[in-house]
């Protein structure tokens, strides 16, 4: 009964920022690790950020100092915080929620970096 819900993205010229939302249902989101992941047109898709049951997080190289990710457990709701965003920061961004063997994912949402 799980299920992610995502918000946030959009059309946003280079430089400019977005914060994505992925609201949690059902009792996973406090005993679950997290992370945001994207996949770009034909490319495979790659982990961008991960926090954990403790706030530990992790960036990869090509998001360090521009992305945050963070949660807000009142709501049940992780979040990216997107800034200084580049062209080849477009990708659709999945939301993934993971507990022992269990995975959950959002739908996916389109952020695309253009002039």
């Known amino acids: 009964q799980v299920q992610l819900v995502e918000s946030g993205g959009g059309l946003v010229q280079p430089g400019g920022s977005l914060r994505l939302s992925c609201a949690a249902s059902?009792?996973?989101?406090?005993?679950?690790?997290m992370g945001w992941y994207r996949q770009a047109p034909g490319k495979q898709r790659e982990l961008v950020a991960t926090?954990?049951?403790?706030?530990?997080?992790t960036y990869t190289d090509s998001v360090k100092g521009r992305f945050t990710i963070s949660r807000d457990n009142a709501k049940n709701t992780m979040y990216l915080q997107m800034n200084s965003l580049k062209p080849e920061d477009t990708a659709v961004y999945y939301c993934y929620m993971g507990w022992r063997s269990l995975s959950y994912w959002g739908q996916g949402t389109q952020v695309t970096v253009s002039s």
């Open positions: 926090l954990t049951r403790g706030d530990s997080t």
């Open positions: 059902g009792s996973i989101f406090s005993i679950a690790a």
